[in-house]
């Protein structure tokens, strides 16, 4: 809402998995964003599987993007392993957000592959629905589409090792840069 009070032209961008289409939290916040047409792109991750639970045990819609247009904002659904699918709709609901037409929300829909977290074994997955979805793996998809059009292994490996070494240097920044002033945390939290 920031961004809409001060008129500038810019987005929100968030990202939420499946489960989370089932709170009150979700559709309350896509509601507002609907009446006040906020600047906001929510990417939701259908997974498959919340936590442990299956989509279609706590959805009573296959397309979980069907619960933006119920709130009247715009929604489509997504290859979410198809690397340039994503980019594309994304690119394009950030551009309307930015150009002042209101909240949109993308399904991506894509598997975790491992666990929910950690202490998670995911052995409530059906080993046949993972082999599935592994054949689908986003980065091995999009390597194949680039080497179609002509890229080597060496020039991937190239850009792995560059992703690499930008990774390595922000992770050095972040783990030594210090911890921000106590006294600045309510600091840009609201909009003037």
Known sequence: MSFKIR?????????CGDGASTT?????TLNMAAVYQAPLVVIL?????AYSTPVDAHSAVTNLAEKALA???KA???????????????????DLARQGQGPGLIEAKTMRMLGHALHDGAEYVPEDLLATWADQDPVSRYQAKLR?????????TEV?????REMDKAIAFAE???YPDAATVMEGVYAD
């Open 7 to 15: 008129d500038q032209p810019q987005a929100a961008l968030t990202v």
């Open 24 to 28: 009150g939290t979700f559709h309350e």
């Open 45 to 49: 991750e259908n997974n498959q599987y």
């Open 71 to 73: 709130h009247g904002v």
């Open 76 to 94: 489509q659904v997504v290859d979410g392993n198809d690397v340039e699918a994503m980019y594309h709709a994304t690119h394009e609901y950030l």
């Open 148 to 156: 179609d059009v002509g890229l080597t292994d060496t020039d991937l």
């Open 160 to 164: 792995e090792d560059r992703v690499e």
């Open 176 to 178: 030594g840069s210090p």
